[in-house]
């Protein structure tokens, strides 16, 4: 596809139960990143991959939000036991250069909005 | 870590006056600075961004502004069009680290025809 997109659009999961959220880089991006947008508030970096390797996890909030991207390419958000403070949309954006290089623009999908009941 | 201070929370001009936003940073390494727009339901855009080898960058209607000593930017929209309308952020990065997005709360603004 033309840009980064995210599935699901909308979660809803009641509070204890695992989420798995999807994000699909613009093909041939190296770097991937992860961010949390509270509602009304700026994205939050969470963690980031170059390639398959993840970086930078220095912004996941605990040890039940876990990401991979096993290929380097589509990547994969997994929060487990889900608090409703997980409530949020969660931002995927990609790059087409690594670290060590000039920043790149990342670009944004559309986002995953995750309500806790 | 970098802390982004952005101001005001929401702006409302007239259809065809001037917006101007401005952001704080504190870490003085930082050295790229971009600028999105967010339309309700959708993720940040891109508009302009600037990095800290220069002081000011135009993009037809959008110029942004940098000032190293005081670290501080500034984003300015002329000829505001009610298509303008959404949140704006502002961002900080440190270039060879990774690009982590340290981003400011946003800026509401709204045009009015």
């Known amino acids: 596809g033309a840009g980064v997109s995210q599935s699901p659009r909308y979660k809803v999961a009641k509070r204890g139960q695992d989420v798995a959220l999807r994000c699909d880089p613009i093909s041939g991006h190296v770097s991937l990143f992860w961010y949390q947008q509270a509602l009304g508030q700026g994205p939050e970096f969470l963690t980031y991959?170059?390639?398959?390797?993840?970086?930078?996890k220095s912004g996941l909030p605990s040890d039940r939000f876990f990401a991979e991207r096993p290929e380097g390419s589509v990547s994969t958000l997994k929060i487990q036991r889900t608090q409703q403070e997980d409530s949020a949309v969660y931002l995927c954006a990609s790059s087409s250069k690594g670290a060590g290089g000039p920043t790149d623009t990342q670009y944004f999908g559309p986002g995953t909005r995750l309500t806790v009941l | 870590g970098e802390n982004v201070e952005q101001h005001p929370s929401t702006l409302s001009v007239q259809e065809g006056d001037s917006a101007v936003i401005k952001c704080t940073y504190s870490?003085?390494?930082?050295?790229?600075f971009p600028w999105y727009k967010q339309e309700l339901g959708k993720g940040p855009q891109l508009i302009i961004d600037i990095r800290s080898n220069v002081g000011e960058k135009k993009d037809q209607r959008i110029a942004v502004t940098l000032n190293k000593t005081a670290k501080h930017f500034s984003l300015h929209i002329t000829e505001t069009q009610p298509e303008d309308s959404a949140v704006y952020f502002c961002a900080a990065s440190l270039i060879g680290q990774g690009g982590k997005l340290i981003f400011g709360q946003g800026t509401e603004l709204s045009v009015k025809p």
């Open positions: 991959f170059q390639n398959e390797a993840q970086l930078d």
């Open positions: 870490d003085s390494a930082s050295n790229y």
